[in-house]
């Protein structure tokens, strides 16, 4: 089991949501933010959203409004709710354990497993 393992992903049709959750080691947890990356079929993985260590989150202009974040220090948890789905949000998505350098994510080599997410009618 890796520092990060991530809940399984969904199909859910546009307009609808779905919840993502990560669970990370205590380690991994404590010293690192957290983020969400997305990647669809041909196309580059693209962060969606960064949650600090002390819970304040940036969500990528790409889903804002629609994606929220969170995490759950009681649990080594983060999760991403996604709500008004679109076609366009399907894609395997990631969290991944980083850190923040002067107001910019760096992604380290800790990876989920990912989550397939399908939007489709």
């Known amino acids: 089991q890796g520092e990060l393992v991530q809940s399984r992903g969904g199909l859910a049709q546009p307009g609808g949501s779905l919840r993502l959750s990560c669970t990370a080691t205590?380690?991994?947890?404590?010293?690192?933010?957290m983020a969400w990356y997305r990647q669809a079929p041909g196309k580059e993985r693209e962060l969606v959203a960064i949650?600090?260590?002390?819970?304040?989150?940036v969500i990528e202009d790409v889903v804002k409004g629609r994606f929220t974040a969170s995490r759950d220090n009681a649990k080594n948890m983060v999760y991403l709710q996604m709500n008004t789905l679109k076609r366009e949000d399907t894609a395997v998505y990631y969290c991944?354990?980083?850190?923040?350098?002067?107001?910019?994510?760096?992604?380290?080599?800790?990876w989920g497993q990912g989550a397939q997410v399908t939007v489709s009618p």
């Open positions: 205590t380690q991994i947890f404590r010293v690192y933010s």
């Open positions: 949650i600090q260590r002390d819970g304040r989150t």
């Open positions: 991944n354990a980083g850190l923040l350098e002067f107001g910019n994510y760096r992604a380290l080599d800790f």
